[in-house]
């Protein structure tokens, strides 16, 4: 039998991209969020797929990636759906409108999207007020930007960090997303060094140690991979999150939409991204919890970041394509994958491609 989503996905897909997506969000938040969900799965997960990453328990490996939900607005209807984590975000310090609308594309051909949403925002004290207002169950991050016309970059991350260290299981600051001008300078490293030093002292200030990762891009030089590496070592930072869109466009889209500015996400991602993530595993020396996202699909693509390096992965695109049934099948996918392999915990399994997999792109100088 065709699930719910399926059934639905014709007539949300006649509507413009964004007005779908404020019109799921908005039925999540009105607690109708089982029209495109499907009852809500009460089984927990199996053991074999749980983690325990910076003191936090993670039920399950499979998070989604920011951009969903902006402002905060229902994470624990998301986490419901079966996620092991979420992320909210990115907000700015102050609310914003984000560039002009349209703004986001379905490459229905290549099950991908572009955005150009620009930060669209409702800003930092919606989104800790909504924070302090849930009864916290569920591990929920906060992705952290900075505002268009900002004239101080690091007091905006600051201002993040500060206003919601204590509302979050974990922080990412964002200098990967591509539709902010100058945004993807800062993973450079003469700027991201002295950036992430002054946020690590922010942190301390205010007395929680809640994980701060950062979130890059999958337009990088292998230089700019080898000093991002080196920055994240050197500065104490507790993850990073490889990747964000990517500005490329690979030769095989055939999407009327391929040529709109902005960010591409979904499967024509996963290669580059998971390819960055081996290379950042490597180059971290494996000290370093990593998040892979880009293109997952399906439970070999979420396994591939696992072996590539990932100790969680997140998604968003393959999403709105499959429905919320994407993510009890992902989950499902890798134990099975798991038990073929021999492997006891997704732990034993992070990075094991490297194991086997000689192949070194770019070492430590
Ligand atoms: C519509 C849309 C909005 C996004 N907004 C954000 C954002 O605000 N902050 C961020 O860090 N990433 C954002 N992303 C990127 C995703 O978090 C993710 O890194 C990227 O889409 C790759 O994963 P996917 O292929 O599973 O979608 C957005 C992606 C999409 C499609």
Not at 49 to 57: E, H, I, M, P, R
Not at 154 to 171: F, K, M, P
């Amino acid at each position: 039998m065709p699930r719910l989503y399926q059934l639905i996905r014709p007539a949300l897909w006649r509507l413009p991209a964004e007005t779908a997506h404020a019109l799921t969000l908005r039925a999540f938040e009105g607690g109708a969020g089982w029209f495109f969900g499907g009852p809500v799965s009460r089984e927990p997960d199996p053991p074999i797929l749980a983690q325990c990453l910076w003191g936090v328990n993670f039920p399950n490996p499979v998070g989604l990636a920011a951009g969903y939900d902006k402002d905060a607005r229902v994470p624990d209807a998301m986490r419901r759906l079966g996620f092991g984590f979420v992320e909210v975000g990115t907000v700015t310090p102050r609310p914003q409108p984000g560039n002009p609308k349209p703004r986001l594309f379905r490459l229905e051909e290549d099950r991908a999207v572009i955005n150009r949403m620009g930060f669209n925002s409702g800003g930092l004290d919606a989104v800790a007020e909504r924070l302090a207002r849930r009864v916290r169950s569920g591990i929920v991050g906060v992705n952290l930007g900075k505002n268009r016309d900002t004239e101080d970059t690091a007091a905006d991350y600051a201002e993040g960090i500060s206003r919601t260290a204590r509302l979050a299981d974990y922080l990412v600051v964002n200098v990967s997303s591509p539709n902010t001008p100058g945004l993807r300078d800062l993973q450079r490293s003469t700027l991201l060094g002295p950036l992430l030093q002054r946020l690590m002292d922010v942190r301390e200030a205010t007395g929680c140690r809640v994980p701060l990762l950062v979130k890059i891009a999958p337009d990088l030089t292998s230089e700019e991979c080898r000093d991002i590496a080196q920055v994240a070592l050197d500065t104490g930072i507790d993850g990073l999150i490889v990747s964000n869109t990517t500005v490329a466009r690979p030769p095989e889209l055939v999407s009327r939409h391929a040529h709109q500015a902005g960010g591409l996400s979904g499967p024509p991602l996963a290669g580059a991204s998971t390819a960055l993530l081996a290379d950042i595993y490597r180059l971290t020396q494996r000290r370093l919890p990593l998040i892979g996202v880009g293109g997952i699909a399906n439970a070999a693509d979420a396994y591939a970041k696992i072996r590539a390096g990932a100790s969680l992965v997140q998604l968003y695109t393959a999403l709105l394509y499959a429905g919320p049934d994407l993510i009890g099948q992902i989950k499902s996918g890798l134990v099975d994958l798991l038990r073929r392999d021999g492997f006891g915990s997704i732990a034993e399994a992070v990075g094991s491609a490297h194991d086997t997999e000689p192949a070194q792109r770019f070492t430590l100088a």
